[in-house]
């Protein structure tokens, strides 16, 4: 049985504004600048509790550009 890395897009909506997020700063940020970022995200119902992935976050500038990637491996646990 082999794994299979499909990439799902999980739209943010209102929450892809990533200087909404900056938690030690605002826009526009210098070169060089550390910076905190956190986001909250609903997890549907439908995903069941003990399901593993890894999460991809792109931040990209106002010319779609990348400016960071992250991946982040996650479990869903029960609230």
């Known amino acids: 049985v082999g794994l299979v890395n499909l990439p799902i897009p999980y739209d943010l909506g209102a929450n892809s504004e990533?200087?909404?997020?900056?938690?030690?700063?605002?826009c526009p940020v210098a070169a060089g600048q550390?910076?905190?970022y956190?986001?909250?995200?609903?997890?549907e119902a439908f995903f069941p509790v003990g399901t593993e992935v890894t999460v991809?976050?792109?931040i990209v500038d106002q010319s779609n550009a990348?400016?960071?990637c992250v991946r982040?491996?996650?479990r869903i646990?029960?609230?």
């Open 77 to 79: 646990v029960s609230p």
């Open 34 to 36: 550390t910076l905190g």
């Open 66 to 68: 990348p400016v960071v």
């Open 56 to 58: 991809e976050f792109r």
């Open 38 to 43: 956190t986001l909250r995200m609903f997890i």
């Open 18 to 26: 990533t200087c909404n997020h900056l938690t030690n700063a605002s």
């Open 72 to 74: 982040v491996p996650i």
